[in-house]
């Protein structure tokens, strides 16, 4: 399957292949999100955006016919449940169809509901910690017709953060600095929208997202040099802003997204009884902005690094290494998603 990550700004696809423990990446390949069709995750408009699948589609190997998708933000509600260890799947389906009315904030007729074992209660071994996902079934039905629009069929519907961190654990086994980390963090600055997640051995076990992201950098950018919005995005992409931008541009959008980690990693240091991290991994299109992660390294004091979403990963000669170059954070949840093509 083809992870499909459906953002803002841009559409970005990944596919991969396995052979053992090795994995390749067969193709990458990025498409303008079409202006105003997708907002704070929500599609708007499916026909221009199933427009934009056909044509990064059309950049795909032909032989594929399958896509992995996510949905993210407001529409999505996940909570771990606690369940007696002998039921069966089928059993589960029926005791969670009762209580998810006092569960979901939604009624159940506008939800799409999910389940997923995940390991045995800490403190009661009779039971068993359950992830409950729902999602607002127009947020689904959306991506699902946009993909028919493109040719293909849509297989799964992640969620992002969860894609993403399934990327960021499947990578960091390959990192020295980030293997021995058991309480690893994910700084995904978007578009419109920065999502800190923490990764417990391996697991996400909290995710918080602000409303800030690499768009209000292109804003001071277009504020302090005069630029058109596609001017302002691609001299922050290429690494060609003006020898002043340090101070103009870079140090108050550094200044507000240093508070938000700050803000929220205090929020989770609260709830979870931890008092620092052994790791942060910085993804999404602003991730490789210079100094960034040295700022946060500094300023936080522990380890920080920008995201390698194909590290350790074989290439194939067919994929556009510009894009891996000027995008590579950017593919973590397609990556994320691309690997539930193995699980």
Same mark, same amino acid.
């Given at each position: 399957?083809?992870?499909?990550?459906? #953002?803002?700004?841009?559409?970005?696809?990944?596919?991969?292949?396995?052979?053992?423990?090795?994995?390749?990446?067969?193709?990458?390949?990025?498409?303008?999100?079409?202006?105003?069709?997708?907002?704070?995750?929500?599609?708007?408009?499916?026909?221009? &955006?199933?427009?934009?699948?056909?044509?990064?589609?059309? !950049?795909?190997?032909?032989?594929?016919?399958?896509?992995? %998708?996510?949905?993210?933000? *407001?529409?999505? %509600?996940?909570?771990?449940?606690?369940?007696?260890?002998?039921?069966?799947?089928?059993?589960?389906?029926?005791?969670? $169809?009762?209580?998810?009315?006092?569960?979901?904030?939604?009624?159940?007729?506008?939800?799409?509901?999910?389940?997923?074992?995940?390991?045995?209660?800490?403190?009661?071994?009779?039971?068993?910690?359950?992830?409950? @996902?729902?999602?607002?079934?127009?947020?689904?039905?959306?991506?699902? @017709?946009?993909? $028919?629009?493109?040719? /293909?069929?849509?297989?799964?519907?992640?969620? $992002?953060?969860?894609?993403?961190? !399934?990327?960021?654990?499947?990578?960091?086994?390959?990192?020295?600095?980030?293997?021995?980390?058991?309480?690893?963090?994910?700084?995904?600055?978007? *578009?419109?929208?920065?999502?800190?997640?923490?990764?417990?051995?391996?697991?996400?076990?909290?995710?918080?997202?602000?409303?800030?992201? #690499? $768009?209000?950098?292109?804003?001071?950018?277009?504020?302090?040099?005069? %630029?058109?919005?596609?001017?302002?995005?691609?001299?922050?992409?290429?690494?060609?802003?003006?020898?002043?931008?340090?101070?103009?541009?870079?140090?108050?959008?550094?200044?507000? =997204?240093?508070?938000?980690?700050?803000?929220?990693?205090?929020?989770?240091?609260?709830?979870?009884?931890?008092?620092? =991290?052994?790791?942060?991994?910085?993804? #999404?299109?602003?991730?490789?902005?210079?100094?960034?992660?040295?700022?946060? !390294?500094?300023?936080?004091?522990?380890?920080?690094? &920008?995201?390698?979403?194909?590290?350790? %990963?074989?290439? *194939?000669?067919?994929?556009?290494?510009?894009?891996?170059?000027?995008?590579?954070?950017?593919?973590?949840?397609?990556?994320? /998603?691309?690997?539930?093509?193995?699980?």
């Amino acid at each position: 399957m083809v992870g499909v990550d459906i #953002g803002s700004h841009s559409i970005k696809a990944v596919l991969l292949a396995k052979n053992g423990n090795t994995f390749k990446v067969e193709a990458v390949a990025v498409e303008p999100t079409p202006k105003g069709a997708v907002v704070d995750h929500e599609i708007q408009d499916i026909e221009p &955006v199933g427009e934009a699948l056909r044509r990064l589609v059309r !950049r795909l190997p032909s032989k594929i016919q399958a896509a992995a %998708m996510a949905v993210a933000g *407001s529409s999505v %509600m996940t909570k771990v449940i606690f369940m007696d260890a002998s039921l069966s799947d089928d059993e589960m389906v029926s005791q969670i $169809e009762v209580e998810a009315e006092n569960l979901i904030p939604h009624p159940l007729d506008e939800v799409n509901l999910d389940f997923e074992r995940l390991h045995p209660h800490a403190n009661d071994p009779s039971r068993v910690d359950v992830l409950l @996902s729902a999602a607002r079934s127009e947020s689904v039905e959306a991506r699902v @017709s946009a993909m $028919e629009i493109a040719g /293909l069929d849509t297989k799964i519907m992640d969620i $992002e953060a969860y894609a993403l961190g !399934r990327a960021v654990a499947t990578v960091a086994k390959r990192q020295p600095e980030l293997a021995e980390a058991k309480l690893l963090g994910v700084l995904d600055i978007g *578009s419109r929208t920065t999502t800190l997640s923490i990764l417990e051995d391996g697991e996400v076990a909290y995710t918080r997202e602000e409303a800030f992201g #690499g $768009e209000h950098l292109n804003q001071l950018i277009q504020s302090a040099y005069d %630029m058109s919005v596609e001017e302002a995005e691609r001299v922050k992409l290429r690494g060609e802003l003006p020898g002043t931008a340090s101070l103009e541009v870079l140090a108050p959008f550094q200044t507000e =997204l240093l508070q938000l980690a700050r803000r929220s990693l205090q929020l989770f240091y609260t709830t979870s009884g931890h008092d620092g =991290l052994d790791a942060l991994v910085i993804t #999404g299109g602003t991730a490789n902005l210079e100094g960034l992660a040295d700022m946060l !390294r500094e300023e936080l004091g522990f380890a920080v690094q &920008v995201a390698d979403a194909f590290a350790g %990963m074989k290439v *194939s000669g067919d994929v556009n290494k510009r894009d891996l170059e000027r995008y590579g954070p950017a593919f973590a949840v397609a990556s994320g /998603l691309a690997l539930r093509s193995f699980g």
